[in-house]
């Protein structure tokens, strides 16, 4: 045998093997499903099982397998505990429970692992329709399948779990409450060109981490395709963690006639649209915060247009959680003690800062929810956050944008599209911290290929698409947001706002305005006109600002600058919080985003391959994006001219011409902090040099 020079030695592979991966996380080695008995002929008086030790990994609650006491079950709305045997029982559906179809599901407990299936995802639950789901709105099957009828119900339903062995002994249990899960909102991949990109991006960045605990994406996890489902559970599976999943308006089964079996495809691919489990110290909470379709007592007010009873001219949804779900929180949280951090995810925001004067686009009923979670209000109408019986984290997903929201934080449009229907106005400010996950996918795939050959998608705000890592330490926790294709340690853009960024960029904002039959096929402006923005003449110093966009900056961020190592100087944060509404225009620009944002070259690219589709490029359902045209703007819907972090600066009045560096510095509300420099030029002159190669010169 020849033995190749490149072979390592067994020294040197213990030793690569410990440095590539040694870090503890939960365990996905457990493959398996729950333990369901039927006895044919048998009518249940009540719904009733087990929650046992599974000591031989079998999915099978044996006789001789030890149960698990003090688990919580539930069918969502009732929640009881195990007794000493592991033994549960729960009162029999309603024929309207059974009509709706309902999850049996177990709160996997701290320490314990459920069993998960050959993609990691937990198997916890039980869905129960016996009728499987109804005929769409077309008279016709569901596109997606939906559930499958399940016949009678069960005369045992069974939940088997192991015991986490790093929670083993003292030092164990401490191991067992410091972890790491990803949080994003939004893969949302139309087509599966745009799975390949899920694949090249967060995929492949947690496929190469050995110490998440678990995936939890904050909903739209398709892009109205439920067919796509398969290929997607493979993919992300690579990342080796538990996978937990938000049920989004873009996994909707379309087709359904009530809200009842709207996310029945959903529910079973992924399980229940709402559900707890526990990790260490955290409890967490998933919530279907999706009406569809919604009708017209969604419009009581006036603010949500396009929900009406008559959705077969077409139907859309409403953000709010059903009462049942309000009932159920309250059930659930009665066996949570108070000083566990319950952390809540849904797809739809509680509270917007992008979207915060479309009514839909947040939760309606605010109040409800935040009672149900322990807070009281004050006389004012307001929930303090010293109000709250227990500390509490929001997340989210739905605007593709990132949102730091902190406690005492408010905006004029909360108080104008939300209401509890009562004597107050609003809720008031937030009385806990609230996430919004921003997207994996950005802005919906958009943009130029990168050098990954995967879209830039800037988020709505500016930030490059990613994910969240929050670390847990008991009930603490601390958050970082995870650009794709960039380090870490990298948390913010930095750009100059300079005169003729300005006229750059109100050039191609009133071309794109302009009626589209009206205007000139080809824009006024691209890339190449618009001038080097960190070269500033000396008669533009005065209207030039310096611009920081804090990807996961917040009101309790502080940044600051430092021009020529001189001393730090505060920036301004752009939105203050203090309740005014979306700053847009100059005030708001974000260069650095809208450089990429107002030409972009996807839309020129053509072939004579003579596949139509394959010319400009793809987004959304289908829609086609310049096919022919030139590069130019995305859709005003998409441009970074407002945003909830960024920061601005004057420049120093006193720079003189030569090259100059400005150091921005932010720390943020868990008290880490990042750097960035960026070096920019002043001239004496009143014009610009030259920007293309000098020809007079070599004439």
């Known amino acids: 045998m020849i033995k190749s020079k490149f072979a390592l030695g067994a020294m040197a592979a213990a030793t690569l093997l410990a440095a590539i991966g040694s870090a503890e996380a939960k365990s996905i080695d457990y493959k398996g499903t729950i333990d369901v008995r039927r006895r044919p002929g048998r009518t249940p008086h009540d719904v009733r099982g087990r929650v046992c030790e599974d000591y031989n990994r079998d999915s099978v609650c044996q006789r001789w397998e030890r149960g698990v006491e003090g688990v919580l079950v539930s069918d969502g709305l009732h929640v009881t505990e195990t007794d000493r045997r592991g033994r549960y029982r729960l009162p029999l559906p309603t024929a309207a429970d059974e009509a709706r179809g309902i999850s049996y599901f177990v709160t996997e407990p701290r320490g314990y692992d459920v069993p998960v299936d050959q993609y990691n995802v937990p198997q916890f639950y039980y869905v129960h329709k016996p009728g499987g789901s109804p005929l769409g709105v077309t008279g016709r099957p569901f596109r997606f399948g939906g559930l499958a009828p399940t016949g009678a119900l069960p005369t045992r339903i069974n939940f088997p779990m192991v015991r986490e062995d790093r929670c083993r002994g003292r030092r164990g249990r401490r191991n067992c409450d410091k972890f790491k899960v990803v949080v994003s909102g939004d893969t949302q991949p139309y087509s599966n060109a745009e799975i390949g990109y899920v694949r090249d991006t967060i995929a492949r960045e947690l496929a190469a981490e050995d110490d998440i605990e678990a995936v939890l994406i904050e909903g739209d996890v398709m892009g109205d395709d439920l067919s796509l489902y398969p290929r997607f559970k493979r993919i992300m599976s690579a990342a080796g963690a538990l996978q937990y999943y938000v049920a989004g308006n873009h996994d909707l089964d379309f087709d359904a006639t009530t809200d009842d079996h709207s996310f029945d495809t959903f529910r079973r691919e992924w399980g229940p649209e709402y559900y707890s489990f526990d990790i260490g110290q955290v409890h967490f909470i998933t919530l279907d915060d999706v009406k569809y379709p919604c009708v017209d007592e969604d419009n009581r007010d006036g603010l949500h247009g396009g929900c009406e009873d008559n959705i077969a001219n077409g139907a859309t949804y409403n953000g709010v959680v059903t009462q049942r779900q309000i ?139 990613g994910y969240f890592i929050l670390e847990f330490d008991g009930n603490q926790y601390s958050d970082v947001f995870k650009a794709t294709d960039r380090a870490e340690d990298r948390q913010m853009s930095l750009s100059m706002q300079t005169p003729g960024f300005d006229a750059w960029y109100d050039s191609l904002l009133g071309w794109l305005r302009t009626p589209s039959a009206s205007r000139n096929a080809t824009p006024p402006v691209n890339i190449n006109d618009l001038p080097d923005t960190r070269m500033v003449l000396s008669g533009e110093i005065a209207s030039t600002k310096l611009v920081a966009n ?75 994006f310049g096919s022919p045209a030139d590069p130019q703007p995305l859709s005003e819907f998409f441009l970074t001219d407002q945003s909830q972090h960024v920061w601005k600066i004057d420049l120093p009045a006193n720079l003189q011409p030569g090259v100059h560096t400005a150091k921005v510095a932010t720390i943020d509300k868990d008290g880490q902090s990042f750097v960035e420099v960026l070096t920019f030029e002043v001239l004496d002159a009143t014009e610009r040099p030259p920007a293309r190669w000098q020809d007079e010169l070599f004439e």
């Open 327 to 465: 009932d159920w929180i309250r059930n659930d949280l009665a066996h949570v003690p108070t000083e566990k951090l319950v952390v809540v995810s849904k797809h739809i925001p509680i509270h917007s800062f992008i979207d915060q004067n479309l009514a839909r686009q947040m939760v309606d009923n605010v109040v409800d929810l935040y009672e149900a979670l322990g807070c009281r209000r004050a006389e004012d109408g307001t929930f303090p956050p010293e109000d709250c019986e227990r500390r509490l984290l929001a997340l989210s997903g739905h605007t593709h944008t990132n949102e730091q929201i902190r406690p005492g934080e408010t905006f004029e449009g909360w108080n104008t599209t939300l209401s509890d229907g009562g004597i107050w106005e609003s809720s008031g400010p937030a009385p806990f911290p609230q996430l919004v996950a921003g997207a994996a996918s950005g802005a919906w795939w958009s943009g130029d290929f990168n050098d990954t050959g995967v879209p830039e998608s800037f988020q709505r705000l500016g930030a490059p698409r």
């Open 550 to 624: 804090i990807w996961n900056g917040s009101k309790a961020s502080t940044v600051y600058v430092q021009f020529d190592g001189g001393a730090p100087v505060v920036m301004s944060r752009v939105q203050a919080g203090a309740g005014e509404n979306i700053i847009q225009g100059v005030a708001a620009l974000d260069p650095y985003a809208l450089s990429r944002q107002m030409a972009v070259a996807r839309y020129a690219y053509r072939s004579t391959s003579g596949v139509a589709r394959n010319q400009g490029f793809e987004l959304f359902q289908g829609s086609n």
